[in-house]
């Protein structure tokens, strides 16, 4: 389970705080976009965005502490289910607003995003598992397995965060 848990926190933890961040840096792009994906007064936006990056914020550090883990893959499991709900409705209602998740992004919205967020729901879910009773007196698992559980990890981090990127660069050459 040790192995698990290393990939699933590198891979949530890492996806977790690019987003947060990249909503840090353009938060007014961030609040502005959220009354067009999911419908609200405009005054609702700003307090919704709060909460949700100070959300995004805490799973990197609460996966990485022991003790907290299993708290850290619940609070992202939680946010992929209402991310993947939003997304969901708006594709239903016709809205094909941009993606927000990764910063200032031309992408509309689509079913890929949908895909990409089951992903990272079935990581915070293994994540939770690999955190369970059964799991909590674990100590990491060896080195050498770490690193090749963390990179897995990093390298599909960096695979969801570029998604709209990787899918653009293949349909301008198709």
């Known amino acids: 389970m040790g192995y698990i848990y290393v990939g699933c926190a590198c891979l949530v933890g ?4 690019a987003s947060a961040i990249s909503k840090f840096r353009d938060f007014a792009g961030f609040v502005a976009s959220v009354p067009r994906l999911v419908p609200m007064p405009a005054r609702r936006a700003e307090p919704i965005a709060v909460v949700v990056v100070a959300a995004e914020t805490s799973v990197p550090v609460l996966v990485a502490i022991p003790a907290l883990r299993g708290v850290g893959f619940a609070i992202a499991g939680g946010l992929l289910i209402a991310f993947t709900a939003a ?20 992408a509309p919205l689509g079913v890929r995003h949908l ?4 992903m990272l729901l079935a990581a915070a879910l293994g994540g939770v598992l690999a955190s369970g009773p059964a799991a909590s007196g674990d100590v990491l698992p060896p080195m050498a397995g770490s690193a090749v559980a963390g990179v897995g990890g990093l390298v599909g981090a960096l695979l969801i965060i570029t998604l709209d990127d990787i899918v653009d660069l293949f349909a301008r050459n198709a």
């Open 87 to 106: 997304i969901g409705t708006a594709l239903r209602r016709g809205r094909r607003s941009s993606c927000r998740c990764f910063g200032a992004s031309d």
């Open 14 to 17: 890492l996806v977790f705080a």
């Open 115 to 118: 895909a990409r967020n089951g």
